[in-house]
T-cell receptor
Framework: AQKITQTQPGMFVQEKEAVTLDCTYDTSDPSYGLFWYKQPSSGEMIFLIYQGSYDQQNATEGRYSLNFQKARKSANLVISASQLGDSAMYFCAMRDPGYSSASKIIFGSGTRLSIRP | NAGVTQTPKFRVLKTGQSMTLLCAQDMNHEYMYWYRQDPGMGLRLIHYSVGEGTTAKGEVPDGYNVSRLKKQNFLLGLESAAPSQTSVYFC??????????????FGSGTRLTVV
């Protein structure tokens, strides 16, 4: 069965520092997609970054990058130069392909990131 | 604006009452999903639908029913609410056959409290 594990329930980071949020996953499917979502206190789910299982390079989106280590089944989110507005809950998620799976996305339990001024 | 609309946004129910949460999308998406979010547990899939007239159980379906009579609407019903169903409920949708990097479009959530 597919599984996403986030082992950091909460993290505190000083403003302007870089932060790494850990995510490991488990799947037997060779084709899959990995996502990170941000959920601020307002509650909406905001897409941050995507990594495909066949992508050769790590994904980057502005201050966000995904450290993809396929052999270790790891997909850590790196936020450079953290800002106060980065304080939020962060979810790692995985989507599997195929009609039979209905393209379901499974989510990790989340990491609450708090940025200190 | 195109997207996923959930109603209501907030609701307080008494134990044993029933209610229906409505999810509507205007993107012509085939696939729709209902998740619940609880502290420390992330989002867990309740039910999903791959098209009009079809529904299937997810990870935590007990106590819920769903219907997809129209392609754009996905209803989540609680027949007899219990305090354990206090949660934030998210609806999401996506295209059939979309590439893996095409994620979900989420609604803004419904905060339900059962007392």
């Amino acid at each position: 069965a597919q599984k996403i594990t986030q082992t950091q329930p909460g993290m505190f980071v000083q403003e302007k520092e870089a932060v790494t949020l850990d995510c490991t996953y488990d799947t037997s499917d060779p084709s899959y997609g990995l996502f990170w979502y941000k959920q601020p206190s307002s509650g909406e789910m905001i897409f941050l970054i995507y990594q495909g299982s066949y992508d050769q390079q790590n994904a980057t989106e502005g201050r966000y990058s995904l450290n993809f280590q396929k052999a270790r089944k790891s997909a850590n989110l790196v936020i450079s130069a953290s800002q106060l507005g980065d304080s939020a809950m962060y979810f790692c998620a995985m989507r599997d392909p195929g009609y039979s799976s209905a393209s379901k996305i499974i989510f990790g339990s989340g990491t609450r990131l708090s940025i200190r001024p | 604006n195109a997207g996923v609309t959930q109603t209501p946004k907030f609701r307080v129910l008494k134990t044993g009452q029933s209610m229906t949460l409505l999810c509507a999308q205007d993107m012509n998406h085939e696939y729709m999903y209902w998740y619940r979010q609880d502290p420390g547990m992330g989002l867990r899939l309740i039910h999903y639908s791959v098209g009009e007239g079809t529904t299937a159980k997810g990870e935590v379906p007990d106590g819920y029913n769903v219907s997809r009579l129209k392609k754009q609407n996905f209803l989540l019903g609680l027949e007899s609410a219990a305090p354990s169903q206090t949660s934030v409920y998210f609806c999401a949708s996506t295209r059939e056959g979309s590439p893996l990097n095409y994620g979900y479009t989420f609604g803004s959530g419904t905060r339900l409290t059962v007392v």
